[in-house]
């Protein structure tokens, strides 16, 4: 059953790319360009987390799916910059039609920007990333229950000590003392 599935869905995709190209445009409706980070490691990972990237080769979902996959890539490359460690990074993604300046995909004009060029128009994407500094993680250190059971004991006997009636009182007692004798 799950390989008939897996075929009509194959028959499905390769039938609508056929159309798509029968009709000389491009399926995907939009490319996408991902600036080098300068971090040999960063750079397959940004490539892994976009939403953009690994649905590219789909047919263009419409301007809120677009506008939603946009969105999830700032989470997605977001966090793929805080895995390697670095938090204080930031994504910059912009959208740039055909004969228009760039706008960033974070911008509250931008379902009308991709409205005005159509559906037909190709966009383009670029993905850039601002690493920020490393953060890293100083001295880690474990304690064994063992030990802060006794740290605890120890404590609880001082404070016993200094409760019990031969023990000095402290300040505040005595201040009481004068005050009311």
């Known amino acids: 059953m799950k390989a008939y599935l897996r075929h009509f869905l194959k028959v499905l995709l390769i039938s609508g790319l056929m159309i798509g190209l029968a ?17 040999d490691a960063l750079d397959p990972l940004v490539t892994a987390s976009s939403l953009l990237i690994s649905l590219q080769k789909a047919k263009y ?4 799916a677009f506008i939603a996959r946009l969105r999830s890539d700032y989470r997605n490359i977001g966090e793929a910059l805080q895995s390697r460690g670095y938090y ?25 920007y991709l409205r005005a060029a159509g559906q037909d128009s190709q966009r ?44 000095a009182p402290s300040p505040c007692r005595r201040l009481r003392r004068r005050v009311s004798g």
């Open 23 to 39: 009709e000389g445009r491009d399926v995907s409706g939009y490319d996408v360009d991902v600036k080098p980070s300068g971090d």
């Open 61 to 64: 979902p419409g301007d809120f």
């Open 88 to 112: 204080d990074g930031q994504v910059i993604i912009t959208v740039t039609l055909a004969g228009k300046a760039p706008i960033d995909a974070k911008d509250p004009h931008l379902l009308d």
């Open 124 to 167: 383009h994407i670029n993905i850039s990333v601002v690493k920020g500094d490393v953060f890293e993680i100083g001295t880690i250190a474990f304690f064994s229950p063992f030990h802060l059971s006794r740290v605890t004991r120890k404590r609880r006997r001082d404070r016993k000590r200094m409760a019990s009636p031969g023990a």
